[in-house]
């Protein structure tokens, strides 16, 4: 039989009209990317229906359609009796299990590893990653840093930020698998898990980071919130628990009945770090497990990259490899881009830039960067239009008192009034029209202003999500490149020599 020939009451499960049986080339959910040979799955979101294109993707080439309109459905099935129409109770099911058996069902010939938390998904999965690859287990990974095989960063679109739409996740496994890799590691964000995208995968491992407020404009509340991230660990062989994190441990160690282990700071955890000193090259802590101690220094910096090294040596252990091989790749570990990075422009000063966009992410910074020895701290605060606004004033209440100078700025405004975002972020300082505070609309104009405030032996801390490639302003993504930024900015101001190539940035990872 044709390979490209597929069942589809094999997998799914609803309503059949037309042939059972189709040729499937590969899922596609956008009626413009359809092709010949493909299948249409019709997703209802908040601004468009996709049952109102079905005549698009029929032209297109599309001759499997499915959806849950039944209505809409049954208008097609007359004009064309030689397509496959389903009607589902659930589009987004449909569409994670229809792109998991077109791309032959590649996560079952890979260990998955899957990684959720309010914070620290990228760094987890960064070190994961990176530990992983050292072990000689060829792995790739998916989420905010981009779509890696076990050597490079791909060229694959991403559809969201994190966690892709299913048929890409299940595209980039598949090219995982044909390149006779062994493992996948992938950012598992509460969004993803309540749209179903990673349904048909269960993970070897998950891993749990924390919980703290975040993507309650999409979830609503805390309790919904928490209930996603859950769903990911019912998917789940064996977990890595954070308990130190009192959002969510508890459910986890109350609920999660296969293999676990634990991590943090604790005295009752599988892995515990003591002894946590700050140096200049990282930090150096003991690591205590099954009875053993362990002298670490690790490239990392801050309480919370101890922790999340942890929970990366926790997954790796749960994948069978033993402690003393997993720590031989610890001070070689690699990091992503934009997460505690060290930017090296020859200025006088230290430029540090942080993906920190949470109160609780830029508490931990804070944190980290105190540890450092600097004269003056000058840091670079967000808010954001695309997210829930309730969390801009705590930005500002987490950092005034601790830095000398604040700046205070908008990242991915969409559709929401830029100046409305500054306002929102100054209500949380208790005195907004300090001095030491200067409110710039600009993401760009705002870095400026924060090196512009620098002296020699100060450090200037830039956070926020600057490291997406992209603004969203209104509807589009706008290209946006931080580090460009930066570079202008000693260009035009004559503060540093020529730049050089961008490899001498210096990642230090969150």
């Given at each position: 039989m044709n390979k490209n020939i597929f069942r589809l009451d094999d997998i799914l499960t609803g309503t059949f009209i037309g042939p059972v049986e189709q040729r499937i080339v590969d899922v596609v959910y956008d009626s413009r990317e359809v092709k010949d040979g493909d299948a249409f799955v019709c997703i209802a979101g908040e601004h468009l229906d996709g049952h109102r294109y079905i005549k698009q993707a029929i032209s297109n080439g599309a001759r499997t359609i499915i959806g849950t309109d039944a209505g809409e459905i049954h208008t097609y099935v007359h004009d064309y009796p030689y397509h496959s129409f389903v009607i589902v109770e659930d589009s987004r099911e449909a569409l994670a299990w229809m792109a998991a058996a077109v791309c032959g069902n590649p996560a079952r010939s890979l260990h998955t590893i899957g990684v959720t938390g309010t914070n620290g998904k990228t760094t987890v999965s960064a070190f994961i990653y990176s530990l992983l690859n050292h072990l000689e287990c060829r792995t790739g990974s998916i989420g905010t840093a981009g779509i890696w095989d076990d050597q490079q960063k791909t060229t694959f679109k991403q559809t969201v930020p994190t966690t892709p739409e299913a048929p890409d996740i299940q595209r980039v496994l598949r090219y995982f698998r044909e390149r006779d890799m062994q493992a996948a590691v992938i950012e598992s964000t509460s969004i993803a898990m309540e749209q179903k995208r990673l349904d048909t995968i269960l993970f070897d491992v998950a891993v749990h980071t924390n919980l703290t407020p975040e993507h309650l404009e999409f979830h609503k509340t805390m309790e919904a919130y928490k209930t996603a991230k859950m769903k990911l660990f019912r998917q789940a062989k064996a977990a890595v628990i954070n308990?130190?994190?009192?959002?969510?441990?508890?459910?986890?160690?109350?609920?999660?009945?296969?293999?676990?282990?634990?991590?943090?700071?604790?005295?009752?955890?599988?892995?515990?770090?003591?002894?946590?000193?700050?140096?200049?090259?990282?930090?150096?802590?003991?690591?205590?497990?099954f009875g053993e101690t362990h002298e670490i220094m690790a490239p990392v910096y801050g309480l919370y990259n101890v922790s999340n090294l942890m929970a990366a040596i926790g997954a790796c252990l749960l994948l069978g490899f033993p402690l003393k091989r997993i720590l031989t790749g610890v001070d070689k570990i690699k990091r992503p881009e934009g997460r505690f990075q060290l930017v090296d422009r020859e200025a006088p000063y230290q430029i540090v830039t942080d993906y920190a966009h949470t109160p609780d992410a830029l508490e931990k910074v804070l944190g980290a960067v105190e540890g450092l020895p600097y004269r003056r701290l000058i840091v670079m605060i967000t808010g954001i239009g695309l997210r829930d606004p309730k969390k801009r004033p705590l930005m500002a209440s987490v950092v005034e008192g601790r830095a000398d100078e604040i700046v205070v700025s908008v990242d991915q405004p969409g559709h929401v009034d830029r100046r409305s975002i500054v306002d929102d972020v100054l209500a949380g300082f208790r005195q907004p029209d300090a001095p030491t505070i200067h409110p710039m609309l600009h993401r760009e104009d705002g870095i400026h202003k924060a090196l512009d405030l620098a002296k020699p032996g100060d450090v200037v801390l830039l956070t926020g999500i600057g490291f997406g490639g992209y603004q969203i302003i209104g509807d589009v993504k706008v290209p946006y490149d931080e580090l460009a930024v930066i570079d202008e900015y000693f260009q035009r101001s004559g503060h540093a020599k020529v730049i050089e190539q961008r490899n001498k940035v210096q990642t230090i990872d969150r």
């Open positions: 308990v130190d994190d009192p959002g969510m441990s508890g459910d986890l160690l109350r609920e999660f009945s296969g293999k676990r282990l634990t991590y943090g700071m604790n005295d009752e955890a599988d892995l515990r770090a003591e002894d946590v000193q700050p140096h200049l090259q990282g930090t150096s802590f003991r690591l205590r497990a």
